[in-house]
């Protein structure tokens, strides 16, 4: 910033630009100035550390000792481990039961809030507030809701509903806490899934149900052949994005169960927070977050051939 | 009222309702819009009720139920919110984190409008490569970095220090930011920086009197997202920083205030709210742009 303007004041002094001046107009100059911060930023506390991963998941580093290679010993030995399977188990299963329910509840949220309504932006800026508060806060106040002795949930069924006659135990044994989890998960995603998906619904043309409704299209087939095939395209990149955070998710369980009762509910992220973090062990909790890295590839690719599709259906110029 | 208003002009599904309908279309509304719509509501605001009852209640209506409709507090009490400013360091963690929350979203929104307009405006061969791989960056979660992150962080010195929180957030803002503003500059035409050009400014000329200005929104927006996005922040948060005084709020809370087998509900409930208010309030000032960072983002 500086220097333009003192390079604008050397031009009313001199009616002739400064060296520097011509250097900061000379395009490559001027483009490698203006990658440098972004790029640097991200090599030096991204590909770096990304690649170092790599690299630490074959050594045996702990915290405070340089570890030496030891080849895929730490893979051999999370391979035996049940605890890795049991996150792998319920990382798959965390992400495949939240991911149906944020995408089943936020398009029926989109889809209702499609419609015209007074007070239709007082009430889309509400819903996403759950998306907006640090996750760990409203973790907490799930935690609160989740209390064995104080739960709201528990007071409804029993005290009001009288359904139960016992409070429910959400996050004392392994099935309950683990759909308990993926309830909360599910809160916390439905604003984003709906809010990005009512853009996409905005760009469909009226037109279109116009022509079906002529046709006489019930309101089943305007959705099922005009809504969810124009959607396609903004679902795929939405379900991506969706499956890359969850299955990577961290905050929620580690919030409210830090991965019990008996590491019922260890993400691989909250296991390998667990072992390299806490444990020191970094090498293993390395080769534990080096083990998303397929799953991730896997749900990238989902995205790449969900764009490729949108190419094919709309032509390569709309973009 | 609604069913006159509702009929003609109106393309979207519930106004298409057949005529052999049994019932009128404003009952049908109600039932397949604002029913379902009012369950959604109150599920997902249900939560943020439920903290800010919590913490406003004294501790003998918290625990007990029988005397005490738990939906309604009868004596509300400020004595959580007392205790949380003055008993604990929660001003601290308010100040530590509003500080790398501002630090991060500048640094970003400083590299990331720089590489957009190097992308979308100084065009060379292969931008279009650097662009997606930026994008791309976006996709790596922290989730399989915070480890490497860790020892790199000690190398430079850094660890147990707010900077280090500073220097790492912009690795997930940084590559949305880029996005997000090369969406903006595309919609600024280029006619207009021909023209500065002609007449002799410089490109850095151009970018701050001519772009940058145009692009307000874009910035606003990118700049919400990255303050939203470092305040909430988590995992590196808890693996980098270790003294109580430098902690975020999100981490803070769970880590200092979290003792001991009996839970401080109250304490912990007003924490979590007054750790979303700023958020909260920063996000209702500006909605509509953080909803277009949002959906824009989306449909780029």
Redesign the interface.
Known sequence: ?S??TL??RRVIEHRQ?GWI?RL??Y??F??V???A???S??A???????G??VW?AFTD?TIGKRGIFIGLENFQYLLKDPLWWNAVFYSVFYTAVATFGKFA?GF??A???????RFK?I????????W???????A???W??Y?PQ?S?IS?LLV?VLHIRTSNVDFLGTPWPARFSLIAANI?RG???VA??L???LQ?IS?SL??AA?LDGAT?WQ?FRFITLPMMMP?LA??MTFSI??TF????LV??ITRGGPVNSTHL??TL??QR??AGGE?GE??AI??S??PF?VFA?LFSYFGLARRKWQQGEAND | MTDVAASPGNSNVASATPDTMSWDSRARRVMMIYLPLSCFVLILLFPFYWMGITSFKPNAELLNYKEHNPFWITSPTIAHIKHLLFNTAYPTWLKTTMFVAIGSTTLSLFASTLAAYAIERLRFKGSPYVGLGIYLAYLVPPSILFIPLATVIVQFGLFDSPMALILVYPTFLVPFCTWLLIGYFKSIPYELEECALVDGATRLQILRRITLPLAVPGLISAGIFSFTLSWNEFIYALAFIQSGANKTVPVAILTELVTGDVYQWGALMAGSLLGSLPVALFYSLFVDYYVSSLTGAVKE
């Open positions: 910033m220097v333009t390079a604008s630009p001046v900061f107009d395009k490559p001027l483009i100035m203006c990658l911060p972004a790029i930023l991200l030096i506390f991204l590909t770096y550390p990304l170092l991963g630490l580093t509840l029926y949220l889809l209702l809030l499609n419609n015209h309504f932006s009430l889309r800026a509400i819903i996403l507030l759950p907006i508060v640090p996750t760990v806060l409203s907490l106040a799930f609160w809701i209390d104080f709201i007071y005290d809160w439905i604003p984003f809010i990005s009512l853009a996409g760009t009226p149900y116009e409704m309101a305007r903004i990149i939405v890359i955070f990577t998710d961290f905050q580690y919030a691989l992220a390998a927070f390299g973090i970094l909790g390395a977050a080096v998303m890295i991730l990238t």
